[in-house]
């Protein structure tokens, strides 16, 4: 008989075990469309996602940056330009081939570039007394290394600049002094313009200035029109894939500035660009315009104070 009752006692509990693991299992089942609900965008829930995988692919896009192994980001603080001809000196007044090789602070060559305003890299020369300037793009050879065919006025030393951005990095610029072996033109001083209208290439440009102090946000207006019939020309064409560029530099070429327009899509009669000047003196701006397929660059002499 005791063993009947041990029994049924039993079997009644069993039975109870069972029901309550048949609720909990429910409850479990609802919680889990829930969960499959919110990992449906992804199919899979979110601690299920292959995070090595997608870590090992952000450190490959960081190690392609400017073509080297460092994880850094290039900048101009970690990177080096060198400027070179063939025969270790331009001439005067030759054609010759500028080498400009672009390295990380390892020495390692840096190979990939944004596309800024159409070009890998703009190189800007000017000679010591700014009454010389240039702008042009040397084709990119591998191994970090730019080339292009120039000539000098004149002897003397010039300043190059290299601006470009390097892929994962910022825009950058980097200068040094060459020599030019020849005769050496006038020293011209650096005198501020006493009015801001020029006539270049049968056009007339007047620029206006919204501010004139270091430091301070500026708008650059160029207002370009006809010399003869004085109308304005609102049909300039895009250069280098804006209505146009202006190049700043201090007197001592120490300071430069490439700025780009407020409204790339412009055509003129007005052309805007924004900038600040870093410090007071004497400033050079050069605005570079294309109109009727010719391009034609404008020079203005400032004083910011």
């Known amino acids: 008989m005791m063993k009947k009752i041990i029994l049924v006692a ?10 309550a693991c048949g609720k909990t299992g429910d409850q479990n089942h609802a919680g889990g ?4 609900g919110h990992g449906a965008s992804s199919g899979q829930p ?29 900048t101009a603080e970690n990177l080096q330009a060198s400027f070179a001809f063939p025969a270790g000196a331009a001439k005067a007044n030759e054609e010759t081939e500028l080498t400009i090789q672009v390295k990380d602070k390892d020495g390692n060559p840096v190979n990939q570039y944004d596309v800024n305003h159409e070009k890998w890299l703009h190189l800007i020369m000017v000679n010591h007394d700014l009454s010389f300037f240039s702008h042009i793009h040397p084709e990119f050879k591998g191994d970090g290394t730019f080339t292009v065919n120039t ?11 290299a601006d470009f951005i390097p892929t994962g990095g910022a825009n950058t610029t980097l200068s040094e002094w060459v020599k030019v072996e020849g005769e050496e033109g006038t020293h011209t001083a650096i005198v501020a313009d006493a009015n801001l209208v020029k006539e270049v290439d049968g056009k007339k440009i007047e620029l206006s200035m919204s501010a004139a102090k ?18 304005g020309i609102n049909d300039l064409q895009p250069y280098l894939g804006a209505v146009g560029h202006v190049v700043i530099l201090s007197e001592d070429a120490k300071q430069y500035l490439h700025v780009h327009p407020i409204d790339e899509k412009a055509t003129g009669p007005e052309a805007k660009f924004a900038t600040s000047f870093p410090q007071s003196g004497t400033f050079k701006i050069w605005g570079q315009f294309q109109h009727n397929g010719e391009v034609f660059t404008v020079p203005f002499v400032v004083n910011v104070k």
């Open 33 to 36: 469309n829930n969960h499959a």
């Open 214 to 231: 270091p430091k301070e946000d500026v708008t650059l207006t160029f207002n370009i029109r006809d010399a003869k019939t004085k109308k």
């Open 151 to 161: 000539s000098f006025p004149a002897g003397g030393e010039y300043k190059v600049f």
């Open 46 to 74: 979110n601690d299920e996602r292959p995070v090595g995988e997608k870590g090992a692919e952000e450190m490959d896009h960081g190690r392609g940056h400017g073509g080297h192994g460092s994880n850094a980001k290039p």
């Open 10 to 19: 039993a079997a009644v509990l069993a039975l109870n075990v069972l029901a």
